[in-house]
């Protein structure tokens, strides 16, 4: 598993003072724009460095939420691979789909999102209001997709919070 640092994340919303992927790549000085040059089920978004200048690039096909997904999924990258995407100049991490586990980069990042997006204190006071509910209605009653809420959940058990993982992480959702 990877060996994402929850603490970062927690350190990057107190930085920039927010949990909106939009204003963090605002407060980043990130170039970032919804691009329509790819169809909805292909390419997710991508973010590069040249110049040293940092850029954003997400699917404007994609539903809204998606879409903040995508966001945040990019500016993590950024914050947590800066070294992988400057390897070279012309290097870009892609995403082709979100919520996969297939390597580190993405595993951290979808962590990052998760815990970047969600947070502990919401997802606990759902939790001790009903210990029972269904992990599906979690995800509903916070508005975000089941797989996301799923990497929440992984991560807080990993912190030792007491929680219920519903399922192994699934790399095959929206692809």
């Known amino acids: 598993m990877a060996a994402y640092n929850f603490a970062e994340t927690m350190r990057c919303i107190e ?25 909805e089920n292909g390419l997710k978004g991508y973010c590069t460095i040249m110049n040293r200048s940092m850029y954003v690039r997400v699917n404007g096909k994609l539903n809204d939420m998606d879409q903040k997904i995508s966001a945040a999924h990019e500016g993590g990258h950024l914050i947590f691979h800066q070294r992988v995407v400057l390897r070279s100049p012309m290097s870009v991490l892609k995403s082709y789909e979100l919520y996969s586990i297939k390597n580190r980069y993405e ?28 992990y599906f209605k979690i995800a509903n009653i916070l508005n975000v997709p089941s797989p996301l809420l799923n990497f929440k959940l992984y991560s807080m058990m990993r912190r030792g919070l007491p929680v219920k993982n519903p399922e192994p992480l699934d790399s095959r959702f929206l692809k």
């Open 107 to 134: 595993s951290e990042t979808n962590f990052f999102v998760a815990d970047f997006l969600i947070s502990d204190a919401d997802v606990m006071l759902i939790i001790l209001e009903d210990p029972d509910i269904d």
């Open 15 to 39: 930085k920039y003072g927010t949990s909106d992927p939009y204003t963090l790549l605002e407060k980043m000085k990130v170039n970032f724009k919804l691009t329509y040059a790819y169809p």
